[in-house]
């Protein structure tokens, strides 16, 4: 059945592209794993990346915000044209920064982290500059949305103390909700950015875009579990690249940010202790070859410090940050006891 619906799948993309760009489809291939919504296809004289999504105005919403970026920024895909449900892009490039900042110098590691950051701070200026925050829909505006967002530390208690029970959540709330006033990505992850032919880092995956602060763009990457740079170096490379057209101060950004990453860490963390339960501890490179969630205790472990060292920026986060910190020693400690296999993720993780 999977074999059947992923045929009917590439038989539609490449009917379509064969018809958007007049020529014949050489082969198309998977480069995010074959259950992702996204190929890669082959002409005679480019490749080009079709993507065919289960909701069709995500798929709509993207080509339109990247055909108004076009003329204000290059650091994203190109919307080559739009085929019904599919939509085409120009290829930013088969050298995912997931991996590459993994296998990066660790003296030019900092110098990749800082273009990270500038590229998507260059795209919200261009999308300000296309007027996209008026025109993009507002992310987080629902009180569920931002109730649901808050209670994400709370998940820390299996591995702490659990200091974040006895925070109020109208208080979180409160701290969290802000208004949609920035253009954001959104899943501003490193599985999505990549690094093209020309040495350019530019970043795909525009199909969650909206407004909120603005912030959380810059969150999404730090509190990347498979974004292993450390929070301090993170936090000094958004003080050196603020943008000050960006609506806030430096100081604001920074608290809004430092809020933001820390119930981020949270929510990825509780993503990765689901997913290590139900398949077990996966490979650091199977994760970052097919951009899945960070199933590894090092992973786990380094999500915890990000929590721990931006919590502490905050008075009302700061206890939240000791339990991150008191989970990082289980983790660490399953990774130094080798708790590597399935059947013994449960007696590991409650170590």
Same mark, same amino acid.
């Given at each position: 059945?999977?074999?059947?619906?992923?045929?009917?799948?590439?038989?539609?993309?490449?009917?379509?592209?064969?018809?958007?760009?007049?020529?014949?489809?050489?082969?198309?291939?998977?480069?995010?794993?074959?259950?992702?919504?996204?190929?890669?296809?082959?002409?005679?004289?480019?490749?080009?990346?079709?993507?065919?999504?289960?909701?069709?105005?995500?798929?709509?919403?993207?080509?339109?915000?990247?055909?108004?970026?076009?003329?204000?920024?290059?650091?994203?895909?190109?919307?080559?044209?739009?085929?019904?449900?599919?939509?085409? !892009?120009?290829?930013?490039?088969?050298?995912?920064?997931? !991996?590459?900042?993994?296998?990066?110098?660790?003296?030019?590691?900092?110098?990749?982290?800082?273009?990270?950051?500038?590229?998507?701070?260059?795209?919200?200026?261009?999308?300000?500059?296309?007027?996209?925050?008026?025109?993009?829909?507002?992310?987080?505006?629902?009180?569920?949305?931002?109730?649901?967002?808050?209670?994400?530390?709370?998940?820390?208690?299996?591995?702490?103390?659990?200091?974040?029970?006895?925070?109020?959540?109208?208080?979180?709330?409160?701290?969290?909700?802000?208004?949609?006033? !920035?253009?954001?990505?959104?899943?501003?992850?490193?599985?999505?950015?990549?690094?093209?032919?020309?040495?350019?880092?530019?970043?795909?995956?525009?199909?969650?875009?909206?407004?909120?602060?603005?912030?959380?763009?810059?969150?999404?990457?730090?509190?990347?579990?498979?974004?292993?740079?450390?929070?301090?170096?993170?936090?000094?490379?958004?003080?050196?690249?603020?943008?000050?057209?960006?609506?806030?101060?430096?100081?604001?950004?920074?608290?809004?940010?430092?809020?933001?990453?820390?119930?981020?860490?949270?929510?990825?963390?509780?993503?990765?202790?689901?997913?290590?339960?139900?398949?077990?501890?996966?490979?650091?490179?199977?994760?970052?070859?097919?951009?899945?969630?960070?199933?590894?205790?090092?992973?786990?472990?380094?999500?915890?410090?990000?929590?721990?060292?931006?919590?502490?920026?905050?008075?009302?986060?700061?206890?939240?940050?000791?339990?991150?910190?008191?989970?990082?020693?289980?983790?660490?400690?399953?990774?130094?006891?080798?708790?590597? !296999?399935?059947?013994?993720?449960?007696?590991?993780?409650?170590?």
């Amino acid at each position: 059945m999977a074999e059947r619906k992923r045929s009917s799948r590439i038989d539609r993309i490449v009917a379509s592209a064969e018809k958007v760009f007049g020529q014949s489809v050489e082969q198309v291939t998977a480069p995010g794993g074959e259950g992702r919504a996204s190929f890669r296809v082959h002409l005679p004289d480019q490749l080009v990346i079709a993507t065919l999504r289960p909701n069709f105005r995500r798929t709509h919403l993207e080509a339109f915000v990247l055909k108004e970026l076009e003329g204000h920024c290059d650091l994203q895909p190109r919307c080559l044209g739009v085929d019904g449900e599919i939509m085409f !892009q120009s290829d930013v490039g088969g050298r995912r920064l997931n !991996q590459e900042i993994a296998a990066v110098d660790p003296g030019k590691k900092l110098d990749l982290a800082a273009e990270s950051v500038t590229s998507i701070l260059r795209i919200q200026a261009g999308a300000r500059a296309a007027g996209l925050n008026e025109a993009v829909p507002h992310l987080g505006q629902n009180d569920l949305w931002v109730a649901n967002f808050a209670k994400g530390p709370t998940m820390l208690a299996e591995y702490s103390n659990g200091r974040v029970m006895g925070l109020s959540q109208d208080d979180l709330c409160r701290a969290i909700d802000r208004p949609g006033q !920035q253009f954001v990505k959104w899943d501003c992850r490193s599985g999505n950015a990549a690094i093209g032919q020309d040495e350019v880092l530019r970043w795909f995956d525009f199909e969650y875009c909206g407004a909120r602060h603005g912030a959380e763009d810059l969150a999404w990457l730090i509190a990347d579990e498979a974004w292993q740079v450390a929070p301090e170096d993170m936090q000094r490379i958004v003080t050196e690249s603020f943008d000050p057209n960006c609506g806030h101060s430096l100081d604001d950004y920074l608290d809004y940010l430092a809020l933001y990453v820390t119930f981020h860490c949270a929510q990825r963390l509780g993503l990765i202790v689901k997913e290590a339960r139900k398949r077990g501890w996966l490979s650091k490179a199977k994760v970052r070859k097919y951009d899945d969630a960070g199933v590894h205790p090092e992973f786990a472990a380094q999500i915890c410090r990000v929590g721990t060292f931006f919590g502490d920026r905050n008075s009302l986060t700061a206890p939240i940050a000791r339990d991150f910190e008191e989970a990082e020693a289980v983790f660490i400690g399953i990774l130094r006891e080798g708790y590597l !296999q399935a059947e013994n993720l449960k007696e590991g993780l409650r170590a």
